[in-house]
Nanobody
Framework: QVQLVESGGGLVQAGGSLRLSCVASERIFRTYRMGWFRQAPGKEREFVASITWSGGDTYYADSVKGRFTISRDNAKNTVFLQMNSLKPEDTAVYYC????????????WGQGTQVTVSS
């Protein structure tokens, strides 16, 4: 079972920045993709960003486009989410996830890291 561990969350003022990291317990193969999701209290989990491992193709939710950047370090089995110009509405638990492309949807999920943006 692949394990994913997020880190880097915290409390930041509006307009500030944070960088989240997610480390996988084993090698991420070139056909895989990894993504970031977030969930605020009482709300459904929503997609934030994703990246393919071989080509580094990225995709962003409209709500974060231009402010967040997803990247990866293939050698370290790690994906990052650089979050700039943070807004209070970005407050949520952020999860990383892995899609092996052998099943429908993301199969493996981290435990989440809290991001709180104050006004």
């Amino acid at each position: 079972q692949v394990q994913l561990v997020e880190s880097g969350g915290g409390l930041v003022q509006a307009g500030g920045s944070l960088r989240l990291s997610c480390v996988a317990s084993e090698r991420i193969f070139r056909t895989y993709r990894m993504g970031w999701f977030r969930q605020a209290p009482g709300k459904e989990r929503e997609f934030v960003a994703s990246i393919t491992w071989s080509g580094g193709d990225t995709y962003y939710a409209d709500s974060v486009k231009g402010r967040f950047t997803i990247s990866r370090d293939n050698a370290k089995n790690t994906v990052f989410l650089q979050m700039n110009s943070l807004k209070p509405e970005d407050t949520a638990v952020y999860y990383c996830a892995l899609d092996s492309r052998v099943a429908s949807g993301y199969e493996y999920w981290g435990q989440g890291t809290q991001v709180t943006v104050s006004s």
